[in-house]
C-alpha cells in the first residue's frame, strides 16, 4: 500500500489503487474538490515528492507547463509510491450537506428562457457563497444549480436556464409550480468567496454562472461595501442578458463594483443600461487586466468558457490557488455520480475507520 502525505495533515494516509482524492475522502481529509471528473480544477495540488500515474485533464484546467512543474489534479491521479502532496487551497471543512424538503415560494420567467426559483427549505440551511445544491423535483433526476443567496437567507434563490428538452430544467418552467415540493441537497462545491482574500475580485459568469457570482459579490460587498468587483456577464447575445435592472442597482450602490456584459455574437450598438462589449469575455479579460497577480477569479457557467477563462488567466499571471471555478458540466451525470461515489465511501469510511480529528487550524473558517 502506497503512503500519502498531505502537507499540514497530521497522518499519513494509506492509498489502496484508488485516486488520490479518493483517498482524501475516505479517510475525511476536507481536500478542496468539487466535479471529481477532471473539469473545475478545484482538487489541484502539488506534488512535493514521489510519482503518480495521471490521467488526462483539460488543458485549460492543468496545462502543460503547470504538469511540468509539479501540479496534479487529485481526482485524476494515482500514487505509483509513497507521495508527499500539498493542496493549493485552504483544508477547510465547509458546511455539512443534508438532504430534506423544501417548498417553491416564488418563480420567475426571465429574458433567455431563464426561470428565477426560490425555495424555502423546511430547515434553515447554513452554506457559504457561491455553493451549489442538487434539487430534485418529483419523480425526475436530481440536477445541481448554484445559488444566488446570501449565506443566511431563509430562502434558496435559483437561476435555471431550460435547456432543449431538458427534464429538471423544463420542470422548473411549468406554470404552475408555487407551493411544489422539491427535495433540496447541500451545499456542495469549492467554489465559494474566500474571505480571507484582500485584492480585487475578478467574477466571471456565463449564462447562469451569474447565480453563483451574485452570491459571492454580493456577500463581499456586505462585509466590505468599498470592496474592488469586476464582474462579467458573458453571453452570446442581447436577449440573454437577463437581470440588467438589478445588476445596474447593485452599481449604483456600490462605487467600486463594475459590471460588462460582454457578448460574443451581438451585433454593435445594442445598448443596455451596463456597458457592452461586443467580444468574448477572455478578451475583454485580457484588455482590462494585463495581470491578475494580486487578483481572485471566480468563475461558472459552460465548461468551455470556464476552461478559456482559466487558460488566459494563467497566462496573466494569476496564480493556480487564486482560481475558483464551477463549470456547469452538462454531463451532470459525472457530478451526480461523483456525489454519489463521494457518499458511499463517505459511509463506508466511517465504518471502516475511526473518524479523523481535523487539526485546529482546518476547523476555522477563515
Ligand atoms: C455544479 C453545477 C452547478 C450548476 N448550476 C446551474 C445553475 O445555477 N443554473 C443552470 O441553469 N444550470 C446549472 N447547472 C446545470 C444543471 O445541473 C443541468 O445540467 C441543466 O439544468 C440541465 O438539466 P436538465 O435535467 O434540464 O437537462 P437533461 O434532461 O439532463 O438534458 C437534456 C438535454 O440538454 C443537454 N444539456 C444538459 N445540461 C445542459 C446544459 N447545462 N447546457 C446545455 N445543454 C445541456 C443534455 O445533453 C441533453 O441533450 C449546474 C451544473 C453543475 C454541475
Not at 470592496?227 to 445588476?247: F, G, K, M
Not at 454593435?268 to 479579460?285: D, F, K, M
Request: aromatic share 8%; with cysteine; hydrophobic share 40%.
Amino acid at each position: 500500500m502506497a503512503k500519502i502525505e498531505l502537507q499540514d495533515w497530521p497522518a499519513p494516509l494509506e492509498n489502496g489503487g484508488e485516486t488520490v482524492l479518493e483517498t482524501m475522502i475516505a479517510n475525511g481529509v476536507p481536500f478542496p474538490y468539487s466535479c471529481a471528473s477532471g473539469d473545475c480544477g478545484a482538487c489541484k495540488g502539488r506534488l512535493l515528492c514521489g510519482e503518480v500515474a495521471h490521467d488526462s485533464a483539460p488543458e485549460g484546467i492543468l496545462s502543460a507547463a503547470e504538469r511540468a512543474d509539479g501540479y496534479v489534479l487529485a481526482c485524476r491521479c494515482a500514487p505509483k509510491g509513497d507521495i508527499r502532496i500539498a493542496a493549493l487551497d485552504e483544508l477547510v471543512a465547509l458546511p455539512p450537506a443534508r438532504r430534506q424538503r423544501g417548498w417553491v415560494v416564488a418563480q420567475q420567467r426571465r429574458r433567455g428562457d431563464v426561470i428565477v426559483l426560490q425555495i424555502r427549505p423546511q430547515q434553515p440551511v447554513e452554506f457559504l457563497a457561491g455553493q451549489f445544491f442538487y434539487l430534485k423535483f418529483d419523480n425526475l433526476p436530481q440536477r445541481a444549480y448554484s445559488v444566488a443567496s446570501l449565506p443566511g437567507s431563509e430562502e434558496l434563490e435559483f437561476h435555471i436556464r431550460v435547456v432543449p428538452d431538458g427534464k429538471t430544467s423544463g420542470y422548473a418552467a411549468r406554470d404552475d409550480l408555487l407551493g411544489s415540493e422539491a427535495m433540496v441537497d447541500g451545499p456542495h462545491g469549492h467554489g465559494y468567496w474566500r474571505q480571507n482574500h484582500d485584492g480585487p475580485i475578478v467574477a466571471i459568469a456565463g449564462g447562469t454562472g451569474l447565480a453563483p457570482m451574485l452570491s459571492i459579490i454580493g456577500a463581499a460587498l456586505r462585509e466590505d461595501a468599498r470592496r474592488h468587483i469586476h464582474l462579467y456577464y458573458a453571453a452570446r447575445e442581447e436577449a440573454d442578458v437577463y437581470w440588467e435592472a438589478e445588476l445596474q442597482a447593485l452599481v449604483r450602490q456600490y462605487p467600486n463594483l463594475q459590471v460588462t456584459c460582454s457578448l460574443s455574437r451581438a451585433q454593435a450598438p445594442a445598448q443596455g443600461p451596463l456597458p457592452r462589449r461586443y467580444e468574448r469575455v477572455t478578451e475583454s479579460l485580457r484588455q482590462d487586466w494585463p495581470d491578475l497577480a494580486d487578483a481572485k477569479l471566480y468563475v461558472a457557467g459552460p465548461p468551455r468558457m470556464v476552461e478559456a477563462v482559466a487558460a488566459v488567466a494563467r497566462e496573466l499571471s494569476l496564480a493556480p490557488r487564486d482560481l475558483h471555478t464551477d463549470p456547469f458540466s452538462d454531463s451532470v451525470d459525472h457530478a451526480l455520480d461523483g456525489a454519489l461515489r463521494t457518499w458511499v465511501r463517505r459511509w463506508l469510511a466511517r465504518w471502516r475507520r475511526p473518524p479523523v480529528a481535523l487539526p485546529q487550524a482546518a476547523t476555522q473558517e477563515s
